[in-house]
């Protein structure tokens, strides 16, 4: 079964400064990660995506890394903002397929 | 900005009733899912459907579920008859498709708070 995992339940991150938040898969023959951010009693929101023929995608202040050998992906949010605290999911999909979520994990952005 | 709209945005219902959750995805967009979160869990996929059929399902979308398009803007789920257990957020999804610009990206509803008891 495909499996994502974000080990980090939650993060802390000053104002201001670079929030680096981390995934991993198991299943080689994801086609597509995405990132979305969640606020309580809401729907996830899509943020950024990266195909898995690419290492890196940039939009604005977020950015998404793919480290393919290691299985790996994180997200880079700079500059961190106080509205960037939410719960944010890694996701990966295979095309037109579902999407598997990773556990999440909490970011709080201190002013 | 278009937007996937769910409604009921909050539902109680006793053990037993049937239920419908409804949706309405973003106009151009051809393909429809339902995903569910039960309280402190993970975000859990349903159902997937394109082209008036269902394409994949889970576990969980065993025969009390079920999923129709009754017109060309509304995609409903409904569940025959409710457990406890089925108390949830279920959201509604919906992606552009091929040949876009964000072919994979699926865009989630708010969610309807769904409550058994």
């Known amino acids: 079964d495909q499996q994502v995992k974000q080990n980090s339940p939650s993060l802390s991150v000053q104002e201001g400064r670079i929030s680096i938040l981390n995934c991993d898969y198991t299943n080689s023959m994801f086609d597509y990660f995405l990132w979305y951010k969640k606020y309580p009693a809401e729907g996830p929101t899509f943020l950024i995506s990266i195909s898995s023929i690419k290492d890196k995608n940039e939009d604005g202040r977020f950015t998404v890394f793919l480290n393919k050998s290691a299985k790996h992906l994180s997200l880079h949010i700079v500059p961190s903002q106080p509205g960037d605290s939410a719960v944010y999911f890694c996701?990966?999909?295979?095309?037109?397929?579902?999407?598997?979520f990773g556990t999440g994990t909490k970011l709080q952005v201190i002013p | 900005e278009p937007e996937v709209t769910q409604t009921p945005s909050h539902q109680v219902t006793q053990m037993g009733q049937e239920v419908i959750l409804r949706c309405v995805p973003i106009s151009n967009h051809l393909y429809f899912y339902w995903y569910r979160q039960i309280l402190g869990q993970k975000v859990e996929f349903l159902v997937s459907?394109?082209?008036?059929?269902?394409?994949?399902k889970s576990e969980i979308f065993d025969d009390q579920f079920s999923v129709e398009r009754p017109d060309g803007s509304n995609f409903t789920l409904k569940i025959r008859s409710t457990k406890l257990e089925d108390s949830a957020m279920y959201f509604c999804?919906?992606?552009?498709?091929?040949?876009?610009?964000?072919?994979?990206?699926?865009?989630f509803g708010p969610g309807t708070r769904l409550t058994v008891t």
């Open positions: 459907f394109y082209n008036n059929e269902i394409s994949e």
């Open positions: 996701a990966s999909s295979g095309g037109y397929q579902k999407v598997t």
């Open positions: 999804a919906s992606t552009e498709g091929m040949g876009t610009r964000a072919p994979y990206e699926q865009y």
